[in-house]
Every structure is written in structure tokens, then in C-alpha cells.
């Protein structure tokens, strides 16, 4: 008798469970972004005080605070929740008759194995930083033309949004350079 109930239990549990279960993996498959991009938009929010812009795909996101100057100070995978920066950093860094110039950025992080949201207000730009001046908007436009010819179905230019951040030097000796 205690067979046959345990049994019972088990097939009630399968029965019932197994709805779950299978909505579950219909339902990553409903939103696997290689099979069916359509909810994925990329987008670019600017915050109403425009200190703040947001770059979003549904798949990621990068959030940027604009002054003192440009910094990513949140880089999350959307997905798994996983935030994929630690430190804050430079945009980039040019190199002019061999001098390293930083492009946007803030300076003063001392532990970079992880990054504390308090800490930004208390971090400063470099005297020779280039300085963030303006950003534009608008979609993104193809570098290259291609006509696909192979088995892709998707015969259609990639679409997107797009953010470009305009940076003035910081130094006299590149007064002029942006």
C-alpha cells in the first residue's frame, strides 16, 4: 500500500510539474534573441536632469553619467543580472606625440575590484582629460552595404540606435582638438 501511494504522489507530482517545466523551456525559447530578435529594441534614455544616458538592447545595458565627465558607471548583462564592470575607467586613450591623453573618465578609484555607486561623486577628472563637451543621437546607420546572398533570412540592414559624446582637450598645447 505504501508503494502504490508513493507512486500515486509521484506520478501527481510529474502530471502537474511537468506543465511548468515545459513552459519554462518554451519560454526561453520564446525570447532566445537568435531565433526571435522582435523584443529586443535597442534604445538611448536620456534623464530628464540630462546628467545620465542609458543604452539598452534587452539584452544589455550601459549606463553613462555625464558630468564631471562621461563615465560608464553601470554595464549590465539584463539577462543573468551579472553586472560586468568592476572599476571605472577611461572611454578611451589617445596618444599624441607621446603623451597619453584619457578621453572622458574619472580618476580616484583605489580598490577596482568592485565599485560602490557613493564612491562617483567623490572621483575627479584629470587636469589633461579630454572633457566632455555634448552627445548627438540618432539611428544607427550600416558602415558597409551589404546584399546577403547565403542562407540568412534576415535579408534587411542591422537597425539600432546609436550615441556619440563629443570631447574637447583638456591641455593648451591641443587647444582647438576635439
Known amino acids: ?52 544616458v542609458i543604452l539598452s538592447n534587452g539584452l544589455v545595458r550601459r549606463s553613462f553619467r555625464l558630468s564631471p565627465n562621461v563615465v560608464c558607471f553601470d554595464y549590465l548583462n539584463v539577462t543573468s543580472g551579472q553586472q560586468l564592470l568592476r572599476s571605472l575607467k577611461a572611454e578611451a586613450r589617445l596618444t599624441i606625440n607621446q603623451v597619453d591623453y584619457n578621453i572622458g573618465g574619472l580618476s580616484g578609484q583605489k580598490e577596482n575590484a568592485y565599485l560602490r555607486p557613493e564612491w562617483i561623486n567623490t572621483f575627479t577628472t584629470g587636469e589633461s582629460d579630454f572633457k566632455f563637451i555634448g552627445f548627438t ?12 546572398k547565403f542562407w540568412a533570412l534576415n535579408h ?16 593648451k598645447a591641443l587647444e582647438g582638438l576635439t
Not at 543621437?137 to 546577403?148: D, E, F, I, M, Q
Not at 534587411?156 to 540606435?161: E, F, N, R, T
Not at 559624446?165 to 591641455?171: D, I, W
Open 137 to 148: 543621437t540618432g539611428p544607427a546607420l550600416p558602415y558597409v552595404n551589404s546584399k546577403r
Open 156 to 171: 534587411s540592414q542591422p537597425k539600432g540606435q546609436k550615441i556619440s559624446f563629443s570631447y574637447k582637450a583638456g591641455v
Open 1 to 52: 500500500m505504501k508503494l502504490r501511494l508513493r507512486f500515486f504522489f509521484i506520478v501527481i507530482l510529474v502530471v502537474f510539474a511537468a506543465p511548468s517545466i515545459l513552459n519554462a523551456q518554451k519560454s526561453s525559447t520564446k525570447t532566445d534573441w537568435l531565433l526571435n530578435s522582435f523584443p529586443y529594441k535597442a534604445s538611448v534614455k536620456v534623464s530628464d536632469q540630462r546628467d545620465e
